[in-house]
């Protein structure tokens, strides 16, 4: 079974700083994939980044970055520059090609002025 | 990205009643779509997985005969709460991935309250 873990149920940061979020998770599978999906009040699931677990380079989508370390199983996601849009759920999330996403309980990340 | 939707974006019915909930991928074909349900400040659920031309597979405690699962082309599928009761009221999301991209892309939602 696959487990994801997001060990912070709620984050803050102030305007224009960077926020780290965590997640650790457990497969037995040497091929998957790891997600990032930021959950607004609108309730509407927007995929934040990827990752292909046999890509060692991390993942960057502007002023998104990860830091993957495969072997401890460890999928954080760092925010720079943060925004008062990017206040949201956060969800981790790991798959294996074309299976269902597997979810964190999810991070509330705030973002104060 | 790929678009999904899905409709009714929120539905109110009365005890007893049936309720019927569209997701479709608008841009790409998906052989396999997945129906998640979300409590309240709580996590996606997966409840089952939608598959074209074959029967669904539901995940552990999910009641296949109330939650009915129709896949009935490569880019509709459907989940009728049959005989909804208050507590199936819930946040209800597909999704369906882009193969190209191995990726998947969620509908908005559909808010069900049944009073």
């Known amino acids: 079974a696959q487990t994801v873990t997001q060990s912070q149920p709620e984050m803050s940061v102030q305007e224009a700083e960077t926020v780290t979020l965590s997640c650790t998770y457990d497969?037995?599978?040497?091929?998957?994939?790891l997600f990032w999906y930021k959950q607004p009040p609108s309730r509407q699931m927007i995929l934040v980044i990827r990752?292909?677990?046999?890509?060692?380079q991390n993942a960057t989508e502007n002023r998104f970055s990860v830091n993957f370390q495969k072997a401890a199983k460890s999928f954080s996601l760092k925010i720079s520059d943060s925004q008062l849009g990017d206040a949201a759920m956060y969800f981790c999330?790991?798959?294996?090609?074309?299976?269902?996403?597997?979810f964190g309980k999810g991070t509330s990340l705030l973002v104060t002025p | 990205g790929a678009v999904v939707s899905q409709h009714p974006s929120r539905v109110i019915c009365k005890s007893g009643t049936s309720v019927k909930i569209e997701c479709r991928s608008l841009?790409?074909?998906?052989?396999?779509m997945f129906w998640y349900r979300q409590f309240p400040k709580q996590s996606l659920m997966l409840m089952a997985t939608?598959?074209?031309?074959?029967?669904?597979?539901?995940e552990q405690g999910v009641e296949k005969d109330k939650f009915l699962i129709n896949h009935a082309s490569l880019t509709l599928s459907t989940l009728t709460v049959t005989s909804a009761h208050p507590e199936d009221s819930s946040f209800y999301i597909c999704?369906?991935?882009?193969?190209?991209?191995?990726?998947?892309?969620f509908g908005p939602g559909t808010r069900l309250t049944v009073l």
């Open positions: 939608s598959n074209e031309g074959s029967k669904a597979t539901y």
């Open positions: 999330a790991n798959s294996n090609s074309g299976y269902a996403l597997n």
């Open positions: 999704s369906a991935p882009d193969r190209g991209t191995d990726t998947q892309y």
């Open positions: 497969t037995s599978e040497s091929d998957y994939y």
């Open positions: 841009d790409f074909q998906a052989t396999t």
């Open positions: 990752q292909e677990a046999y890509k060692q």
